[in-house]
């Protein structure tokens, strides 16, 4: 139910809603403070999305823009998480484990 107005409030923010539209929007908004916070909130994050883009004020912000830069927050994250597991890897099992000794001993014999 309040995934559909969800929906509704994205494309109000993007200029796609028709008058009817917009006023059973508004009207659910009236009466709903769950979706009219997170109108406020998705408000908000268009208008720091504008600002970053050196346009602050900008009527709507395409929606590539925020996609990408979202792509990109998550990139850096699992980045992050990925140098984490590297690190936690590393202390677990220290540097060259017993395998690679073997190896390289097994190297230094055939020479
Ligand atoms: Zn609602």
Redesign the pocket.
């Known amino acids: 139910?309040?995934d559909d107005?969800?929906r509704q409030i994205e494309q109000e923010l993007d200029g796609e809603l028709s008058l009817p539209e917009r006023a059973a929007l508004a009207r659910?908004?009236a009466g709903?403070r769950?979706?009219?916070e997170?109108r406020v909130s998705h408000l908000e994050m268009r208008v720091a999305f504008a600002r970053s883009a050196g346009q602050p004020h900008a009527h709507t912000v395409p929606r590539p823009a925020i996609r990408g830069r979202t792509l990109g927050l998550w990139m850096a994250i699992s980045l992050i998480a990925g140098a984490a597991a590297g690190w936690f890897a590393h202390v677990q099992w220290g540097g060259p484990g017993p395998t690679s000794l073997e190896a390289t001993r097994a190297l230094f014999v055939a020479q």
């Open positions: 139910m309040h107005w969800l659910h908004l709903c769950h979706c009219a997170t």
